[in-house]
């Protein structure tokens, strides 16, 4: 049974720092690239960032440009997501989720795999 689980979320301050983890079991996604979307409260989820199957190549949402880094470990079947110089407007449930593809990809359909989430929440 295929299982993302995602970990390291909770509540800051504006301009606090946040690292996500995504521990995936059940098989390897060693050759398939990895991505992060949110989903805030009575909105569409969207796209965070996404990193291909090596990690050589990363693509960040333009919200996020410059604030979130994706990387990977392939030993440890994980992806991460360091969050800096959190906002308000980033809480939200950050969804881990793997793709059939190995380059990255933004296009939520292209990620047949997803974990339960994990909430974070920045205070102003």
């Known amino acids: 049974q295929v299982q993302l689980v995602e970990s390291g979320g909770g509540l800051v301050q504006a301009g606090d720092s946040l690292r996500l983890s995504c521990a995936a079991s059940?098989?390897?996604?060693?050759?398939?690239?990895m991505g992060w979307f949110r989903q805030a409260p009575g909105k569409e989820r969207e796209f965070v960032a996404t990193?291909?199957?090596?990690?050589?190549?990363?693509d960040v949402a333009d919200s996020a440009k410059g604030r979130f880094t994706i990387s990977r470990d392939n030993a440890k079947n994980t992806v991460y997501l360091q969050m800096n110089s959190l906002k308000p407007e980033d809480t939200a449930v950050y969804y881990c989720?793997?793709?059939?593809?190995?380059?990255?990809?933004?296009?939520?359909?292209?990620?047949?795999?997803w974990g339960q989430g994990t909430q974070v929440t920045v205070s102003s």
């Open positions: 989720a793997a793709s059939f593809l190995g380059h990255g990809t933004s296009t939520a359909s292209n990620y047949p795999y």
């Open positions: 059940g098989r390897t996604f060693s050759r398939n690239a």
């Open positions: 990193v291909n199957w090596s990690g050589g190549t990363t």
